[in-house]
């Protein structure tokens, strides 16, 4: 089992920048990808970015790709999501999720394990 806490979610004015932070507990994440989603108002739970256990190889959804950057600390046993020159569209539930894989899934069913959320909330 794993246990996963956001946090770092806000208000923030667009054009801004956010730091979010998924702590881990009940075991190592070395083998773990570990993946960002989030979830607006009336929509489907989206990814947005993922990252395999050696924090190597990295991947995007096109909507973020150039602002956010993903990044994990396995020795801290924690992930991080850097939101730069954020927009009223990035407000969401920000979610961050766990699974023993060697690829990064980018759908929300293939997760096993899940924070409770943070809210990020981007003005015009």
């Known amino acids: 089992q794993v246990q996963l806490v956001e946090s770092g979610g806000g208000l923030v004015q667009a054009g801004g920048s956010l730091r979010l932070s998924c702590a881990t507990s009940?075991?190592?994440?070395?083998?773990?990808?570990m993946g960002w989603f989030r979830q607006a108002p009336g929509k489907e739970r989206e990814f947005i970015a993922g990252?395999?256990?050696?924090?190597?190889?990295?991947y995007y959804a096109d909507s973020v790709k150039g602002r956010f950057t993903i990044s994990r600390d396995n020795a801290k046993n924690a992930v991080y999501l850097q939101m730069n020159n954020l927009k009223p569209e990035d407000t969401a539930v920000y979610y961050c999720?766990?699974?023993?894989?060697?690829?990064?899934?980018?759908?929300?069913?293939?997760?096993?394990?899940w924070g409770q959320g943070t809210q990020v909330t981007v003005f015009s």
């Open positions: 999720a766990a699974k023993i894989a060697a690829s990064v899934p980018t759908t929300a069913a293939a997760y096993n394990y």
């Open positions: 009940g075991r190592t994440i070395i083998n773990y990808v």
């Open positions: 990252i395999r256990g050696s924090g190597v190889t990295t």
